[in-house]
């Protein structure tokens, strides 16, 4: 088969869907397809030389005419220079707002042979779709794509009931790097954090945003905290911090909390790890699970959104209702107390991670999708 040359668009920065850009991108880099970033810095994944990966910074440049820098325009121009130059068969956008109408400008400046895949990653439907002055433009943006995908079944139904689009939109879920995200031995680091060997680890990674009802992760620790020996790590930063930091003092638990701030080998945090919580209000998929999931870390988690996709309630987790603290607790108690339970769900945890989620079962997906797109076109 022919090697492809794919352009990819998304937010550089820290979160699920830069990281899914970036891996995804890595993945076909090795697999011998040529691949273009096109974004305003350069992804924090990308942290090394790797051959077949090119990064092109788009400059946002502020002109006293305009109140708001033009990032739009910019990405687009930028795209459509890169598309034209480097030959690109196929541009890969993260987020259809504005990365599929970017996209979508991008090819009428270079050409109808330029395909377009989009992903929908989950905010630009859950959120901005409710946004009447945005809804029109992402519908707009799915229906100018030559194709659609979304990260769970649950945002492909979420954005057809919402905004009705005529596009199909195929479920390719998320993926890790499972060369990375195993089991390490990082015995030294539970005493370097001040854990003790018989104390139980609980970890939270988000953003801090307040669809992640990180305050819900404090009230269940507070809880399990009075029945069992432990530690709960909070892995992120952001705008909630402030109220949680404030929630742990009230609630006395200050010594069992740790505050770990934005962290990048987040694999050996998992490593010494017992239950993962993500409680949130909305969620897509939750890539910080399959994380989890890949280093034998079984999940407590809210039962909303794309994580029935991911966590196998009463198999390799527990799927509660948002809010239900008391209910939350009582599983993630369950869990901690009972070891042959809790090494069932660990093994079930990896083995759906492997199976379900294999990057190779993901990319080839993905692979496939492109080359459907190029030949036909
Ligand atoms: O969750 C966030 O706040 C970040 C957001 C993003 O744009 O990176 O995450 C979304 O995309 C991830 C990758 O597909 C998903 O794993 C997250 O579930 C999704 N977040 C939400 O739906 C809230």
């Known amino acids: 088969m022919k090697k492809l040359k794919i352009g990819i668009t998304c937010y550089p920065s820290v979160g699920g869907s830069g990281v899914v850009a970036t891996e995804l991108g890595k993945k076909l880099a090795e697999k011998g397809h040529s691949i273009h970033f096109v974004t305003t810095s350069r992804p924090f994944r990308l942290d090394k030389m790797y051959p077949n990966i090119f990064f092109h910074e788009v ?27 480097e030959e690109l068969d196929l541009f890969h956008v993260h987020y259809a707002v504005p990365h599929a109408i970017c996209a979508h400008l991008a090819k009428q400046m270079t050409g109808d042979h330029l395909k377009i895949v989009t992903t929908l990653h989950g905010t630009d439907i859950t959120v901005l779709g409710h946004d009447l002055s945005l809804s029109n433009m992402i519908k707009f943006g799915i229906e100018a794509s030559d194709a659609v995908t979304a990260v769970s079944k649950a945002l492909a139904d979420q954005t057809y009931e919402l905004l009705h689009p005529e ?10 790097d499972e060369r990375i995200y195993k089991k390490k ?9 001040g854990i003790a060997e018989d104390e139980k680890v609980l ?34 930063d952001g705008p909630e911090m402030t109220s949680v930091c404030k929630l742990v003092k009230e609630l006395g638990i200050s010594e069992n909390v740790l505050f ?18 993500l409680l949130s209000q909305k969620e897509s998929f939750g890539l910080v699970l399959l994380e989890a999931m890949a280093c034998g870390v079984p999940c407590v988690a809210a039962n909303i959104g794309g994580i029935p996709e991911v966590v196998q309630d009463g198999v390799s987790g527990y799927l509660c209702d948002v809010g239900d603290i008391s209910a939350i607790a009582d599983k993630t108690i369950s ?14 945890s990896v083995k759906i991670a492997q199976e379900t989620f294999h990057s190779a079962h993901i990319v080839k997906q993905y692979e496939t999708l492109y080359y459907q797109l190029t030949e036909s076109g």
Not at 72 to 83: G, I, R, T
Not at 167 to 176: C, G, L, S
Not at 185 to 193: G, I, M, T
């Open 335 to 348: 869990l901690l107390t009972d070891h042959e339970l809790h090494e069932r769900m660990s093994k079930e």
């Open 260 to 277: 770990l701030g934005k962290q990048n080998h987040l694999e050996e945090l998992y490593s010494l790890s017992d239950v993962k919580l």
């Open 59 to 85: 400059e946002v440049n502020q002109y006293s005419v305009f109140k708001h820098p033009p990032y739009d325009l910019a990405l687009a121009s930028k795209m459509a220079e890169v598309a034209k130059r």
């Open 203 to 236: 970890i939270h990674v988000s953003n801090f945003r307040q669809v992640k009802r990180v305050q819900d992760v404090v009230k269940v620790f507070a809880r399990v905290a009075k029945e069992v020996k432990s530690k709960l790590l909070l892995v992120g």
């Open 185 to 193: 031995n990082v015995s030294h680091l539970k005493a370097e954090y």
């Open 167 to 176: 596009k199909d939109i195929q479920t390719v879920y998320n993926f890790i």
